[in-house]
Nanobody, 113 residues
Framework: QVQLVESGGGLVQPGGSLRLSCAAS????????MRWYRQAPGKQRELVAA???????TYLDSVKGRFTISRDNVKNTVYLQMNSLKPEDTAVYYC???????WGQGTQVTVSS
């Protein structure tokens, strides 16, 4: 079965950086599109970044130029490098396989001074 394990969240000051990781199993990873979503308290979950099996990337407008999604097909892992973090980036971040209706446990990112 599909398993997604997110890690790398934490508390960071505004302007800081974090790198999230998502280790996937139970899928043919190198043929799978992968996505990062986030959900802030009281808000709907939103798509932050996506990467296709061919490594084409797309981003939410508010994170363009600050976040970078990447993948390692040997480690079956997708990453989200987050730079110049802002308080409004505070949320639980989830990774997801594009074609599979399954969510991991998420990782909390808190941007605060």
């Amino acid at each position: 079965q599909v398993q997604l394990v997110e890690s790398g969240g934490g508390l960071v000051q505004p302007g800081g950086s974090l790198r999230l990781s998502c280790a996937a199993s139970g899928i043919i990873f190198n043929m799978s599109g992968m996505r990062w979503y986030r959900q802030a308290p009281g808000k709907q979950r939103e798509l932050v970044a996506a990467i296709t099996s061919g490594a084409k990337t797309t981003y939410l407008d508010s994170v363009k130029g600050r976040f970078t999604i990447s993948r390692d097909n040997v480690k079956n892992t997708v990453y989200l490098q987050m730079n110049s973090l802002k308080p409004e980036d505070t949320a639980v971040y989830y990774c997801k396989v594009a074609a599979v209706d399954y969510w991991g446990q998420g990782t909390q990112v808190t941007v605060s001074s």
